[in-house]
């Protein structure tokens, strides 16, 4: 999962991060891309896998909650990014 392909347009996660409660993406994506549509696709394709890879999650009406938070990095590096996502840890 890598690559992340919608249409003509390429994904590329950057960096993950697992926690209890939120998986936190770095994504490069088109600026004419939004980011609802992004986070809508992303939880999607996560499901789609997800499931196929275990049928039990089938019964699950849904996995993931409706919401999500996106902020863009701007001028911030991805090294603060970075930082900023691993002292999400544990929070």
Request: glycine content about 4%; aromatic content about 10%.
């Amino acid at each position: 999962m890598a690559k992340l392909s919608k249409e003509d347009y390429e994904y590329r996660r950057t960096d993950n991060s697992v926690s209890s409660i939120n998986y936190h993406f770095v994504i490069n994506a088109p600026t004419h891309e939004s980011p609802a549509d992004i986070a809508r696709w992303v939880k999607g394709r996560a499901s789609h896998h997800l499931r196929k890879e275990f049928p039990e999650l089938k019964k699950l009406p849904a996995l993931w909650t409706p919401t999500y938070f996106v902020a863009t990095t701007g001028q911030v590096s991805t090294e603060v990014v970075k930082k900023y996502i691993e002292n999400q840890r544990g929070k």
